[in-house]
């Protein structure tokens, strides 16, 4: 099946620092999401891209799809303790209802 | 409104025991979905219904079946638990799609489950 492979795996990083994660794919997709997902609960939107090139900001988190629809990134800027948790990109084709995640990155952030 | 609501919230089965995982939303969408999530695999998809009354295979179907009940309900059953089912369970629904822009899924809280 199709899938996506997200990077880094995991990060740790101290409070204040920017963070980048990435998703990319052999694939094309016409959809780029990113997930949240906080412990013990399920995931959460943070941003949804529809188009090729699209930059679209979210408070701290900036996102994008890239030129090729083969692969999107995640920014977030001056991290908070808050921002520990798990995200996922997922990608999503044409009509097709299903999303193909990403395995997450795992952010942890010292305070 | 409450969303996507699953129950229960952590079930333990013996192997070979059966059991129904129960979805519902409350947001009026057309399309529910079960996926499964296990450590390092991220969340693999294991049927959706794209509207009250369809079902299809997912990514990992084998050893489960579903039934969507109404609009608002997606359940999901396991005949004959075994230990490779120990996993998180995630069910989500989603908007229509807008002509080719695909709508937004929301996800519920999961239900944790063991299989012994």
């Known amino acids: 099946g199709q899938q996506l492979n997200q990077s880094p795996q995991s990060m740790f990083i101290q409070e204040g620092e920017d963070v980048s994660m990435n998703c990319t794919s052999s694939s094309i997709f016409n959809t780029w999401l990113w997930y949240k997902q906080d412990p013990g609960e399920g995931p959460v939107l943070l941003i949804a891209?529809?188009?090729?090139?699209e930059l679209t900001s979210n408070g701290r988190l900036t996102a994008q799809f890239g030129i090729t629809r083969k692969d999107s990134f995640l920014n977030i800027s001056a991290s908070i303790p808050s921002d520990v948790g798990i995200y996922f990109c997922?990608?999503?084709?044409?009509?097709?209802?299903?999303?193909?995640f990403g395995k997450g990155t795992l952010l942890t952030v010292n305070p | 409104n409450a969303g996507v609501t699953q129950t229960p919230k952590f079930q333990v089965l013996k192997t070979g025991q059966s059991m129904t995982l129960q979805c519902a939303q409350d947001m009026n969408h057309n399309s529910m979905y079960w996926y499964r999530q296990d450590p390092g695999m991220g969340l693999r998809l294991i049927y959706y219904?794209?509207?009250?009354?369809?079902?299809d295979k997912g990514e990992v179907p084998n050893g489960y079946n579903v039934s969507r009940l109404n609009k608002r309900e997606f359940s999901l059953r396991l005949e004959s638990a075994a230990p490779s089912q120990t996993s998180v369970y995630f069910c989500a629904s989603s908007e229509e799609a807008v002509g080719w822009v695909s709508g937004t899924q929301y996800f519920g809280p999961g239900t944790r489950l063991l299989v012994l």
């Open positions: 891209l529809y188009k090729a090139g």
């Open positions: 997922a990608g999503q084709r044409g009509s097709n209802y299903k999303l193909t």
């Open positions: 219904s794209a509207s009250e009354g369809t079902t």
